[in-house]
């Protein structure tokens, strides 16, 4: 396993985990000026911005674009709003490209709203990602599909586990071609009993195309905005890395941490500082 002690060239920050409170220019300029090596924007703060200058900021301060978040949620009550989700998601491909990012993140949606039929939901997400392939093919930006804890099965995600998005993977790119594969995040696939082995088969496909960190609390009291800084929870994080990077995973380490009531309160570059000190540390 590769030594994070003074590699933060090698380690990537998720702007979710500064808490969306600047513009991106800003958030840009503080991350590189951290030493990171690595970013991962959302689109809310691209779109806010202006997309070929935020690209060019990124690019003069050599910063590797790890991911681009996210996708929008596929599955639909009817064939025009998926259309519409498909739409939106090629733009948001055309985007990833001009940022350079190396993969679109999808977290691909959970139940339509007032239905119970998770396998329609399933049937569609597989839909829209057939669909979304070409365009990932024609601007060079594999989709990594990234499955969420199962707690978020109704209402962000029904893809669960990795084995899961592999299977997926195979079956809409079974040459694996590379335009699609598996964002690995610690704090969705952490408890899986299959983690080691579905880390493997993923690697063995060559299909990891990114790696997240952040901690699972081990009292959590939100869903959503309880992540921890790593370090603070119960994930073995050297342990998944060190699976991670045998699997044939040499990208960045993403930090991705939404915990609104703690991080997202404290001054920015603070936060970096301790993500820094965790990343070569504890991770
Ligand atoms: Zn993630």
């Known amino acids: 396993m590769r030594n994070l002690q003074g590699r933060l060239d090698l380690c990537s920050i998720n702007t979710a985990t500064l ?7 800003q958030t840009i300029d503080r991350i590189a000026r951290a030493g990171f090596g690595g970013i991962a924007p959302w689109r809310r703060e691209v779109e806010a911005g202006d997309l070929a200058q935020l690209a060019r900021q990124i690019k003069s301060l050599d910063l590797t674009v790890t991911g681009y ?16 989700n498909i739409e939106a998601n090629r733009a948001a491909i055309r985007d990833a490209a001009v940022l350079g990012a190396q993969c679109f993140v ?3 949606g959970g139940l ?8 329609d939901a399933r049937s569609q997400v597989i839909d829209g990602i057939e669909i979304l392939l070409d365009t990932a093919r024609e601007y060079g930006v594999p989709l990594a599909l990234e499955p969420l804890h199962p707690m978020y099965a109704a ?7 990795i084995a899961q998005a592999v299977q997926i993977c195979e079956a809409v790119d079974p040459a694996r071609t590379g335009v699609i594969g598996v964002a690995v995040d610690v704090y969705h696939c952490w408890w899986d009993p299959e983690l080691t082995a579905s880390i493997a088969a993923v690697g063995q496909a060559g299909r990891i195309l990114a790696y997240h960190v952040c901690d699972w609390m ?18 073995d994080l050297p342990s998944v890395r060190s699976c991670v990077e045998h699997a044939g995973y040499n990208g960045l380490v993403e930090t991705e941490i939404f915990f609104a009531q703690n991080w997202w309160q404290r001054d920015p570059d603070k936060v970096l500082a301790i993500c820094a000190e965790r990343l070569q540390t504890v991770c």
């Open 69 to 84: 978040c996210r996708s929008t949620y596929l599955p639909a009550a009817t064939t025009t709003e998926f259309n519409a």
């Open 155 to 161: 209402n962000r995600a029904v893809v669960n586990t």
């Open 112 to 119: 339509v709203p007032g239905s119970r039929d998770v396998q």
């Open 19 to 25: 808490g969306h409170r600047e513009p991106l220019n």
């Open 218 to 235: 081990y009292e959590t009291g939100d869903m959503l905005l309880d992540r921890g800084m790593m370090g603070d929870g119960v994930i």
């Open 106 to 108: 999808m977290v691909v």
